[in-house]
């Protein structure tokens, strides 16, 4: 199909007006959303995709339009753009190639940059729903989750659950008429709801600029729709990517609530995350012992001013086969999405760390300085596994992961004693547990 050049788009949208381009990304999003989540995508792979719908957005958001035209097919994109979009490399991308770096690099950015895009969109939402919920309903003597989230959202987070599951519901049923009156039903009901994920055109344009202003970055950059699915312009209210609704009310909601406060982050991060890790393991009845972090100390116990240490996360044990799990409240940066070396490094050696700190653990420190598993069953080194478990995966290949810890370490990536690079270390997502 032939197709337009890429920075063609803008000139072509602004022919058409805001409102006939919101209702035609609406019409779009609702096809690929049914009740237990998103659409199997290769049943649509002739209609836009949600990251295509979603870079289309961005340019009906930024760039005004100066005439009120309408498309000829009022429940199509035309296919020439959604192709454009598709069939676009990034300059960066493409720089790459040139510069004679191995075919390997290409694959790795291009991979990172479609599952930063695509893989959320795939997770089971009921799964995600959970685990949202289980996060700010939470309380302890250190931290009161229902009350921080009330302070911060103006409602509690049972109110957004049923709204998001209210609004998915209506959209993934494809012959509900969305009627004035039903909408003004929605709007009454959930109005401080729908406040708290809404932004103006402006800004929304001034979220997106403050993320990118080259629109080549469009296809892949973090998009201001994931955190406020709802615009405002000209008085009226939008919902143009009704697929966006989960993502609003589960980990965007837990972005914002910790935004600029790594002090906040890290004590979710100790006080929520990680009870929630040991509950899920513990509760799938997989392994024969779990254990929560315990508390241990270095040198015998009649030795005065011993040291006070602390095990990782998790430990759990299925047989004669240990695995440790130590959870990170990690949120990669959002450059990393457009291509940024100085960000690709700096996570690297973020996440290096965290597979430094639970080597040494699962090769150091277990079990000579302690064990809380029965004194029964042996220990063979090989069976010892750890997991670093992060809020949310960077999507790195692991081998730059694995080799810049080997590296720190001082051993090599393939040394025996450190699991074979990738076999007694890996680095997991959160979502990847439930």
């Known amino acids: 199909m032939e197709v337009y050049e890429y920075e063609q788009i803008p000139q072509i949208l602004k022919r058409f007006s805001f409102e006939e381009k919101v209702k035609i990304c609406q019409y779009h999003s609702r096809q690929l959303m049914e009740i237990q989540g998103l659409n199997t995508l290769s049943r649509y792979r002739h209609s836009p995709l949600p990251w295509e719908l979603e870079t289309f957005f961005l340019f009906s958001v930024a760039f005004k339009e100066w005439k009120n035209d309408r498309f000829s097919d009022k429940q199509k994109i035309s296919p020439r753009i959604i192709s454009t979009i598709r069939n676009y490399d990034h300059p960066l991308l493409k720089e790459i190639i040139q510069k ?25 939402y009921p799964y995600k729903l959970y685990r949202y919920n289980y996060y700010f309903s939470f309380r302890n003597d250190k931290i009161d989750m229902p009350q921080l989230f009330q302070s911060k959202f103006g409602c509690t987070y049972s109110d957004f659950l049923l709204f998001g599951q209210f609004l998915w519901l209506l959209f993934s049923s494809h012959n509900i008429d969305f009627s004035k009156k039903l909408m003004d039903f929605i709007f009454e009901r959930f109005n401080p709801i729908i406040l708290q994920l809404s932004l103006t055109r402006e800004e929304y344009i001034e979220e997106l600029n403050s993320i990118t202003t080259n629109i080549s970055d469009y296809l892949y950059c973090l998009r201001p729709s994931y955190s406020y699915p709802f615009i405002i312009e000209s008085g009226n209210l939008y919902l143009p990517l009704p697929h966006l609704l989960i993502r609003s009310i589960t980990s965007s909601l837990l972005y914002r609530l910790t935004d600029s406060n790594n002090k906040l982050s890290e004590l979710i991060g100790k006080e929520v995350l990680e009870p929630y890790l040991y509950h899920i393991i513990h509760a799938s009845n997989i392994f024969d012992e779990v254990f929560p972090e315990q508390i241990y100390h270095i040198g015998k116990k009649e030795q005065s001013g011993k040291k006070e240490q602390r095990t990782l996360d998790v430990m759990a044990r299925k047989g004669d086969h240990f695995i440790f799990f130590d959870s990170k409240m990690y949120t990669p940066k959002r450059d990393l999405r457009i291509f940024q070396d100085n960000t690709f490094n700096d996570e690297v050696s973020r996440l290096a760390k965290a597979c430094k700190q639970i080597y040494k653990h699962i090769h150091d420190r277990f079990p000579t300085s302690y064990n809380p598993f029965s004194d029964h069953v042996k220990i063979d080194q090989n069976n010892v596994y750890g997991l670093v478990v992060v809020r949310d995966n960077p999507h790195i290949p692991l081998r730059h992961i694995y080799h810049k810890t080997a590296e720190s370490l001082k051993i090599n990536d393939d040394s025996p004693v450190f699991g074979s690079g990738e076999t007694n270390l890996q680095v997991s997502s959160v979502r990847n547990q439930i």
């Open 100 to 124: 004679g770096n191995p075919l390997t690099t290409f694959a790795d950015n291009l991979i990172m940059a479609l599952s930063a895009i695509q893989f959320d969109g795939q997770e089971f």
